[in-house]
């Protein structure tokens, strides 16, 4: 179950880790207590899906959804999602999401934000033309230092058509418990979705 990139630095097959054959690849990267990932993976039987978590509290909440419901279609990274991403050949993800990163608040602290020029331009790298990169933050800062390195990476569109857009959870959200506690500490999520361009510019 657990994903380890080659050590000689060559590629991954994503589609070959499961082991019954699957349609398409999806990866969530930080998933916490793995509410998400596990939702997805029972209503999507036909997707594998790669989590990355490198804190094992949250490693062994997903083991245990995995094993209770009979999920077949996860895989596991318990170590920093940049090796994995690495070692993913072009076009081979049809979604990534991230969901609630650490936002690093103060700002000598901003440089150790997961979403970067670097990493956007590794999301669109390994997402398929016209695939999906879903993030999610109760941070206003962080929304919107993620829309302006979005706005930077010509392979990702931002795909709100109006305002309320961003502010409605993605289709079939289940919830995660850490946003429970944001939306009660009077934090109001914002639910971002870009797609993979074609033929980007």
């Known amino acids: ?16 880790l499961f082991p019954t ?10 998933f916490g207590g793995g509410e998400h990932l596990a939702d997805n993976a029972a209503k999507n039987p036909r997707v594998g899906i790669i989590g990355c978590e490198p804190f094992v509290n949250g490693v062994v909440k997903l083991l245990r959804e995995v094993d209770e419901r009979g999920l077949t279609n996860v895989r596991i990274r318990d170590e920093d999602a940049t090796a994995l991403l690495a070692a993913v050949p072009d076009a081979s993800v049809a979604r990534l999401y991230l969901l609630y990163p650490d936002p690093w608040p103060k700002r000598r602290q901003r440089k150790r934000r997961f979403v970067s020029d670097a990493s956007l331009a590794e999301i669109a790298r390994v997402l398929k033309p016209g ?15 993620t829309l302006v390195r979005a706005a930077r990476c010509p392979a990702l569109r931002w795909a709100a058509e109006r305002a309320e857009d961003w502010r409605k959870p993605f289709p079939g959200w289940p919830g995660t418990r850490y946003e429970a506690k944001a939306i009660a500490a009077g934090r109001r999520p914002s639910y971002l979705t870009f797609i993979r361009e074609p033929n980007p510019a």
């Open 131 to 145: 695939g999906l990169f879903r993030f999610a933050s109760d941070i206003d800062d962080y929304a919107g230092w």
């Open 1 to 16: 179950m657990r994903v380890t990139p080659p050590e000689d630095g060559s590629r991954l097959d994503p589609a070959t």
């Open 21 to 30: 054959p699957v349609d398409e690849v999806w990866v969530e990267i930080g």
